[in-house]
């Protein structure tokens, strides 16, 4: 009974204030020692349900009335990932993301008929909030020969071929521990911290030195105000945008590998794009209404794709 699925680790806040780990299974790749990579993805998408989700509740149903079994103790829950109609964006992006209980970056718009790849899928689309679209670097400071270790300046890499390594200079190198949201008077963590205080801790506490060789998630802010910008050639490098800079976001304990190279400069054009939620709504309304009145042309009836 081989299965094999696709999908994501969250973590919820739950209303006690207690947090609940759960794997949201988005794709089935095998089923019963079946391979389903043919398959269409609604059809591998009703076979997690069907196949796991349900099969999995009834077992925990029952094994909680006898007691023979305690799920609590489980590491982590199993939900199926939500999907809905193209015609459900806009209540997706108004409604249903801002009442999840773990972070939501974006949408994913998969389509329903489409076979399995592995990689790269090119007619899958993903779409990210601004502030949430994101790169994961590997963080490194070069000390420009300062013994004392003063004035470092941290150096963002991404992965390259035959496992090198490719500095990071777009829109441009500068790196930011807050960003232009986070003002000059402190915060609750550090009540009353000056601009320079702000400039050298973390909304989570980490230094610089903290990240020293960690992989780091960070966002592109345009207008950071806290970014460490002492490297006068790297900011004339960086051109016109040097005045933004990437602003980190967490430490990713679960990589040992920043994103490879391509992964980068597709996030990057994503964020020079620029796509607000409120573009990508009128975008797929006006697609839908586009269909409706071609198959009203054509005499034909119209259902919005599953």
């Known amino acids: 009974r081989l299965f094999l699925t696709r999908g994501e680790m969250v973590v919820d806040d739950l209303p006690d204030g207690s947090q609940r780990r759960r794997f949201l299974v988005y794709d089935c790749v095998a089923a019963f020692g079946e391979k389903l990579i043919d398959k269409p993805f609604v059809e591998r998408y009703g076979i997690i349900t069907k196949s796991v989700v349900d099969p999995r509740g009834a077992f925990l149903a029952e094994a909680g009335k006898s007691g023979s079994y305690d799920f609590s103790k489980e590491p982590f829950s199993v939900r199926r990932k939500d999907f809905a109609p193209l015609a459900g964006t806009e209540k997706f992006v108004r409604e249903f993301i801002p009442k999840l209980t773990h972070e ?19 007619h899958l689309l993903k779409w990210k909030f601004t502030h949430l679209n994101s790169v994961d670097f590997l963080l490194r400071l070069d000390s420009r020969g300062a013994g004392d270790g003063k004035g470092a300046i941290p150096r963002l890499f991404v992965g390259g071929e035959r496992e090198t390594l490719v500095d990071v200079r777009e829109p441009s190198g500068l790196f930011a521990l807050r960003g232009s949201h986070e003002d000059g008077d402190g915060d609750e963590e550090h009540p009353g911290a000056g601009t320079e205080r702000l400039r050298d801790v973390a909304a989570d506490g980490s230094t610089l030195r903290d990240l020293d060789g960690r992989i780091v998630e960070c966002a592109w802010d345009k207008v950071a105000r806290f970014a460490f910008d002492d490297d006068s050639e790297r900011k004339h490098e960086s ?23 391509t992964v980068y400069k597709h996030t990057l054009q ?5 796509i607000t939620e409120d573009e990508i709504v009128d975008f797929v309304g006006e697609t839908l209404s586009k269909r409706r009145s071609e198959t009203a042309d054509a005499g034909l009836g119209y259902a919005p794709p599953v």
């Open 104 to 122: 939501c970056d974006g949408l994913i718009f998969q389509p329903s008929r489409a076979r399995y790849e592995n990689g790269t899928m090119p």
């Open 239 to 261: 051109g016109a945008h040097s005045s933004g800079a990437w602003r980190y976001m967490r430490v990713r304990s679960d990589k040992d590998a920043p994103n490879f190279v």
């Open 270 to 274: 994503s964020i020079l794009d620029d």
